[in-house]
């Protein structure tokens, strides 16, 4: 059964820290790209980061880029996603997502991505 499941939301106050996780089974990331992506309640889902898997580059959005940080770990088969100093607009559902087959990050279309989470609750509130 092919599963990518997402752990480690929550609730937390302005400027404080979360750090997400995305585990795959039935299936490897060592060849996909992963990205996280979020909605926010009445907002159209966006392309927060992506983690390339042959040379590990990064990209992030410009809202979140120097507090959040992309990583994976393939013997693990799971990407994680650092947030801090989390602000209230980053309050969403992040949801993690692998390409069906491609090495390289090369956007945020939905059509690239094979393999994708339920995703997990992110509340940053005082």
């Known amino acids: 059964q092919l599963q990518f499941v997402e752990s480690g939301g929550g609730l937390v106050q302005p400027g404080g820290s979360l750090r997400l996780s995305c585990t795959g089974s039935?299936?490897?990331?060592?060849?996909?790209?992963v990205a996280w992506f979020r909605q926010a309640p009445g907002k159209e889902r966006e392309g927060v980061s992506c983690?390339?898997?042959?040379?590990?580059?990064?990209y992030y959005t410009d809202s979140v880029k120097g507090r959040f940080t992309i990583s994976r770990d393939n013997t693990k088969n799971t990407a994680y996603l650092q947030m801090n100093n989390l602000k209230p607009e980053d309050t969403a559902v992040y949801s993690c997502?692998?390409?069906?087959?491609?090495?390289?990050?090369?956007?945020?279309?939905?059509?690239?991505?094979?393999?994708w989470g339920r995703g997990t609750q992110v509340t940053v509130s005082s």
């Open positions: 983690i390339s898997a042959s040379d590990g580059m990064t």
């Open positions: 997502a692998a390409t069906r087959a491609s090495n390289y990050c090369s956007g945020y279309e939905s059509y690239v991505y094979g393999y």
């Open positions: 039935g299936f490897t990331l060592d060849y996909r790209a």
